[in-house]
C-alpha cells in the first residue's frame, strides 16, 4: 500500500515563504513521478508542480512558475515543494500525489493521494 504524508503547511503573510515535504513510502521516486497539487475550497484540484521519475524532469504550472521550487530525494523518498513570494490565492490545501510514470497534470490519474497540508496566506 502506497502511502503519501505531507508536512510543512502553515499560516504565512503575503509575500512570505513555506516549505512543504512529501514522504512516500512503498514505492521508488526512481520508478514514479511525484505531482503536488493544491485544492482550494469549491474548485477543482489544480497541478502545481511535479517531478518525473526517470529524468527528474520538472514541470510548473504557470500560476506559480518562478516563485516555487520542486526537489526530490531519492533515497529518503522525499518530495519538497519550496515555496515564496506567496499571494493570497495560493491559499488552499496542498497535496502530492504518485503512482504513474511520467507528469502529467490531470489529477485524477494519480492513483495514490495524501491527505494534504493546509497553506494559508493572510495578513
Known amino acids: 500500500q502506497v502511502h503519501l504524508v505531507e508536512s510543512g503547511g502553515g499560516l504565512v503573510q503575503p509575500g512570505g515563504s513555506l516549505s512543504l515535504s512529501c514522504a512516500v513510502s512503498?514505492?521508488?521516486?526512481?520508478?514514479?513521478?511525484v505531482l503536488w497539487f493544491r485544492q482550494a475550497p469549491g474548485r477543482e484540484p489544480e497541478a502545481v508542480s511535479c517531478?518525473?521519475?526517470?529524468?527528474?524532469?520538472?514541470y510548473y504550472s504557470d500560476s506559480i512558475e518562478g516563485r516555487f521550487t520542486i526537489s526530490r530525494d531519492i533515497a529518503k523518498k522525499m518530495v519538497y515543494l519550496q515555496m515564496t513570494s506567496l499571494k493570497p490565492e495560493d491559499t488552499a490545501r496542498y497535496s502530492c500525489?504518485?503512482?504513474?510514470?511520467?507528469?502529467?497534470?490531470?489529477?485524477?490519474?494519480?492513483?495514490?493521494w495524501g491527505q494534504g497540508t493546509q497553506v494559508t496566506v493572510s495578513s
Open positions: 512503498e514505492v521508488s521516486l526512481r520508478y514514479y513521478a
Open positions: 517531478i518525473s521519475s526517470d529524468d527528474g524532469s520538472i
Open positions: 500525489a504518485t503512482g504513474i510514470l511520467r507528469c502529467l497534470d490531470d489529477v485524477p490519474r494519480y492513483p495514490f
